[in-house]
């Protein structure tokens, strides 16, 4: 059971211009969404986080939104740079108090930006 | 601010060994969590442990695997009587505590099993 999907295993972009990552849950009681940058042989890099209270979040060249109704969120990388090629995770969590706080990834979007 | 530590970085047991995997945790964080990765596949959460406590093992293989945080010391990701489907890169990650919940966690650079 995927509970947070990536259904795009690639994607290819210019430099320069903006790049979009998709993901979807299923889950309702999601309340926090993180994406992650991946190199290889090395471990995630947090990017970018939004609570289920806002619909977008916005640190530099990077903006996720968020939309609950349709339970999906997408990561906004403008410009693109050739060093953000990676693979990019979604992940989410939920609740509060000690049982909260795993987080569910998605199977992972590999962006290459091209020069 | 030394980041989350993991080592070994990689690691090759033989079937049937053990293998422990080691993790420490960012400074002033209490909470760590432990993640898979298998080939080809996302990230999949293993267990979360604070010190002297485990407290969601929901992800953990029920034969074999086992986890602890003691008082003093690095975490510990322990694996008996290893098969080939245990190869994976294992993800260490670290969190604070605020207001009754985690927020973002920092990841090792993880150690990659390989049991031949």
């Known amino acids: 059971d995927q509970q947070v999907k990536q259904n795009s295993p690639s994607l290819s972009v210019q430099e320069g211009r903006i790049s979009i990552l998709n993901c979807d849950y299923t889950?309702?009681?999601?309340?926090?969404f993180l994406w992650y940058k991946k190199y290889p042989a090395e471990g995630p890099t947090f990017l970018i986080s939004i609570s289920s209270i806002k619909d977008k979040n916005e640190d530099g060249r990077f903006t996720v939104f968020l939309n609950k109704s349709a339970k999906h969120l997408s990561l906004h990388i403008v410009p693109s740079q050739p060093g953000d090629s990676a693979v990019y995770f979604c992940a989410a969590s939920w609740g509060t108090g000690d049982q909260g706080g795993k987080l569910i990834f998605g199977q992972g979007t590999e962006l290459s930006v091209k020069p | 601010n030394a980041g989350v530590m993991q080592n070994p970085r990689h690691l090759v047991r033989r079937r049937g060994q053990e293998a422990r995997l080691r993790c420490s945790p960012m400074?002033?964080?209490?909470?760590v969590y432990w993640y898979r990765q298998l080939p080809e596949e996302g990230l999949k959460f293993m267990v979360y442990?604070?010190?002297?406590?485990?407290?969601?093992e929901s992800g953990m293989p029920k034969e074999r695997f086992s986890a602890e945080f003691p008082k003093e010391g690095p975490s510990i990701l322990r694996i008996q009587q290893v098969v080939r489907g245990d190869s994976a890169a294992y993800f260490c990650a670290s969190s604070p505590r605020v207001s009754g919940r985690s927020y973002e966690q920092y990841f090792g650079p993880g150690t990659r099993l390989t049991v031949t």
């Open positions: 442990l604070q010190k002297e406590n485990i407290i969601d």
């Open positions: 400074k002033g964080h209490s909470h």
């Open positions: 889950n309702s009681m999601f309340d926090y």
